[in-house]
């Protein structure tokens, strides 16, 4: 009889803007582990760790079997009505990766695209967008967080470019005249307003780059003569890490997000967005496809970051995903508006915490503590860095007698 619930080995990402050494959870959580072949180095970065199926770091079992070769051999552990609804499952892939981030430099200014245009990148550019699923996503604190996410309300940006000099340079009088007009509308997401939205977007995307340079430099000199408020740190510390970039400049145009240990953010499709630091649980619909335009050393595709944005503004609270309970006070739900993925915070400082079956396959990790989960009559030990598979249809129940932290993705659908 195969067992539902079984530990799995993720994978580690080394990318320049991880945090270093064992200031990273990634590698704090793979050193508790000892994750195999896993080696802490203090002066590398550790930027991600990657729970899933995903072809570019798939987990493994012990065996050394990649789990979807697992899944695909053994598909009551993913469920019928799983593999109906999500292409891919039937070969074993689950609908979503599952992700811990460690970040100590900025990502890039980036957004992910639909299904339809995730199909045409794929089609078109292989070896840049690499599968052909979109990629909503939830970013869940277990640090400070700080991040740009979605374009601020009208006023607000025309706000910043007025007491802005150095942007407004960048952007042509006509398209600064055409936005101003509409800046105060009472529709702000109606179509004209979104067309001139996407045209400031665009012509600061787009500005000539020694003009940039010039003008970020002059902002920056004029930043550490008045001193530092809370926007000014902000575009110090990115032009820091990436000196002279246009990335810097979308300060001024993005919502500056901070959130608190418990807190999360949504982005669907077509949101721009850039992770600023600390530490964050992540869960996404089973994708990598990412397209750049700003503070990455990475190809920047900004025709098709400009062609796929939502250009919706407003204040950043519309990205916030509140929890409800689970199945007790303990088990706190976050579930955004998309089919793929749900994740649930499970803290326990001592007892027992029972999660009813879910209709799909779910992905635990361990961030802190040490404790057991039960089922029919079986058990596992679960320690600090462990990750594991619950299968579906199976009912669960983790117990503590030290205190046990831990993050559940799951899926589940009744069609």
């Not at 697992?70 to 469920?79: A, E, F, T, V």
């Not at 530490?279 to 990412?290: F, Q, T």
């Amino acid at each position: 009889m195969v067992a539902p619930i079984f530990k799995i080995i993720p994978t580690t990402q080394q990318y320049d803007w991880g945090k270093l050494g064992s200031t990273s959870a990634v590698a704090h959580l793979a050193a508790a582990a000892s994750y195999p072949g896993f080696q802490l180095q203090n002066d590398k970065p550790y930027a991600e760790l990657w729970m899933g199926t995903h072809p570019t770091s798939p987990s493994k079992l012990s065996s050394d079997a990649s789990l979807a070769s697992y899944l695909k051999d053994h598909p009551s552990l993913l469920g019928e009505n799983i593999i109906k609804r999500f292409s891919g499952a039937a070969d074993g892939n689950l609908p979503f990766l599952f992700k811990v981030l460690s970040i100590e430099k900025a990502l890039s200014i980036q957004t992910h695209p639909d299904k339809a245009t995730a199909e045409k990148l794929h089609a078109e550019l292989p070896k840049i967008y690499k599968d052909d699923n979109h990629k909503p996503e939830l970013a869940l604190a277990l640090t400070p967080f700080r991040a740009l996410c979605g374009f601020l309300p009208l006023p607000n940006i025309a706000h910043n470019i007025t007491t802005t000099p150095e942007l407004a340079a960048l952007i042509p009088q006509s398209i600064l005249d055409t936005f101003f007009a509409i800046a105060e509308s009472t529709t702000p997401t109606g179509p004209t307003e979104k067309a001139a939205l996407k045209d400031l977007f665009a012509a600061l995307m787009t500005a000539e780059k020694d003009a940039v340079k010039a003008q970020l430099g002059l902002l920056v000199a004029r930043y550490l003569r008045a001193g530092e408020g809370e926007l000014e740190s902000l575009v110090l510390r990115l032009n820091s890490q990436f000196p002279g970039d246009i990335g810097v400049f979308c300060a001024f145009i993005l919502n500056y997000v901070k959130l608190e240990p418990g807190e999360a953010i949504f982005l669907g499709a077509g949101e721009p967005h850039a992770y600023v630091s600390g530490d964050i649980i992540e869960c996404m619909a089973n994708s990598d496809n990412v397209i750049r335009a700003g503070l990455t050393p990475k190809l920047r595709d900004i025709p098709n970051l400009i062609g796929g944005l939502t250009y919706v503004s407003a204040d950043a609270s519309r990205h916030r995903v509140q929890p409800t309970m689970f199945a007790s006070p303990a088990s706190m739900l976050y579930d955004p508006p998309i089919p793929e993925f749900s994740v649930v915070q499970v803290k326990l400082s001592q007892g027992e915490e029972e999660h009813r079956a879910v209709s799909g396959p779910s992905l635990v990790v361990v961030t802190e503590g040490e404790g057991r989960v039960s089922w029919s009559g079986e058990s596992l030990e679960i320690n600090e860095g462990d990750v594991f598979f619950i299968g579906a249809e199976t009912p669960a129940t983790f117990g503590t007698t030290d205190g046990l932290v831990m993050y559940r993705a799951l899926v589940e659908t009744s069609n």
